[in-house]
């Protein structure tokens, strides 16, 4: 990393901080040391290998009767899921609304999921990921009582105005509910800016104050326990007039910022950026390899599920093609779904509109729920809200008994991509569109959301004929083959291949070129030939699928993929 001078923290906050003289530079720096003293430890080389791999859950996605939550997870954790490195903990904190993301305390747990001691127990087995719900906050945070009163600290923390907000017709929002929301200051009318609901107010980030106050946030995290921070929906950090409010340059050196910051005080602690934007605009938070450490690959979950629906992988192998390979230090970080619905956004520029109205309307046939966002006074599809096992209920042919099949597969190919993968909690035990708890809370996003009874769950998943139980050890098996893979290395390698539209392939090669993987997958319910002789596999080295533990031997034949196969077909066989 470069080091970390004051010199350096100066230039920095200058560049976000335009409009503020030097001795208030100054001061700020002096005040930054405080938090983080800048005593630039060296990059950790190895941030992480093929035997990395994330759990999504909520605290409290496992519940037991007269248990904390903290407490409850941790064991089904040791139970079913060692072989997980990473374990991103949805927030835990007290909250009001959009299950945890507007925080009322940032320095509190909520008291039925424990405490801070429970925390730490959890992470002496696991490598945690917290949450910095870094834009916005609870209307109740004492924070934003405190600026409705005019006191300290946060009379000046969030964006305020006596005219409404809602002419600023440029900017963009993944919610159709008003910009503005009205409040009363000592008897007066103000306006507080809200990008996503009127319980969610954002922060200002203009004052450097709201800067100081994260900086403080991150390190209590940091000493907590945690070694990744998720810096929730950043891209809408620093607004400004006349802007679209979003992936502006302040927002990026903030980001700069933070990582230099935690890289000075906590080796190989994180950064993974939640931008759940377009694609092109979404990669831009790498940086020059001095932003975010991984980001979220949005554009990979829809595109998978797009095409095993539509039994084609044109659109994904055109998108896997242009993707740049992340530099060492950077990663992808994927996944098939997470707490929230399948992204819509991160589709434009990579399926043109009929194409996205046909997956749209075939995943509403299989039980999706649709979540609309308004931008220029046009409506349209912002995310699809299901399971993943939902999801895959149904193809452009109508239903058929492959859901399970297909499920599978799309875990086959998440695990062989560039990057690191992640699989929520609701498809590791599978999970199905939870309509009770949307019918309770009305949340389209609460279908896949559901707080599963511990022993219940346990039963379910150590049933051998349950459907629950096929999932679960199937997603387990392939994580234990792929952990042994150094060719899955999260920078290893990777080619698309060119094949035929029902099939997907990739290349990959481990980072010393010792162990290549061909990971091809039948995306079609009939069985598919495949010439091994147009994959060109080494005459002179062996072959063996990892998945069938068959050995190739004839590479100048004919491979039969049976409806929804995948093989991962290596020259160096580490089982």
Known sequence: MNKLTRKTLYNYLSLIYKKHNSRELNKLCTEIKKIFPLNSKTKKNILWDEKDCFLITYADSIKKPQENNFSTLRLFLNKYCKD?????????????????????????????????????????????????????????????????NRLDPGSEFFIS?????????????????????????????????????????????????????????????????TKALRLDAVAFLWKEVGTKCINLPETHLIIRLIRLLVESYSEGTLIITETNIPNHENLSY??????????????????????????NSTFLKQWSRSMPPAQFGNSYL????????IGMRPLEGILPDDEINKFINTLQTSGALLTYRVSQKKKTVYEVNTTLLDALKETYKGKDNYRIKRFILAHEMLFAM????????????????????FKNTNANRSVNRTNWNYIKLCNLIEKSSSINNKIYSSIIKLIKLRIKQPAFHPNATQFTLQLQSYLFGV???????????FCISNLSKQSKSVSLLDINLISTDKWHDILTKKDIKDLSGNMILSPYQTVWLTNKNYE
């Open 84 to 148: 997980f490195s990473y374990i991103h903990v949805l927030p835990f904190y007290p909250y009001s609304s959009d299950d945890g993301f507007a925080v009322i305390d940032y320095e509190k747990i909520q008291s039925d999921h424990g405490n801070w001691k429970d925390f730490c127990k959890l992470s002496k087995n696991f490598k945690i990921m917290t949450d910095l719900v870094i834009n916005h906050c609870s209307s109740k945070n004492q924070l934003f009582q405190n600026f409705l």
């Open 161 to 225: 105005s006596t005219k409404n907000f809602n002419n600023f017709s440029k900017v963009v929002r993944p919610r159709s509910s008003k910009l503005s929301k009205k409040v009363k200051i000592f008897g007066k009318d103000h306006f507080v800016w809200c990008t996503f609901s009127h319980d969610q107010v954002d922060f200002n980030f203009k004052n450097p104050d709201v800067l100081l106050y994260f900086l403080k946030i991150i390190k209590f995290y940091i000493d907590k326990g």
């Open 286 to 311: 790498f940086g020059n390899n001095n932003e975010a450490h991984c980001i979220y690959n949005f554009s990979l979950a829809p595109l998978v599920i797009h095409a095993l629906i539509s039994e």
């Open 334 to 341: 994927n996944f098939l779904s997470t707490h929230d619905g």
């Open 418 to 437: 560039e990057g690191m993968p992640a699989v929520y909690i609701q498809n590791l035990v599978g999970a199905v569109n939870d309509f009770k708890k």
């Open 507 to 517: 290349w990959r090669q481990s980072i010393d070129r010792s162990q290549s993987i």
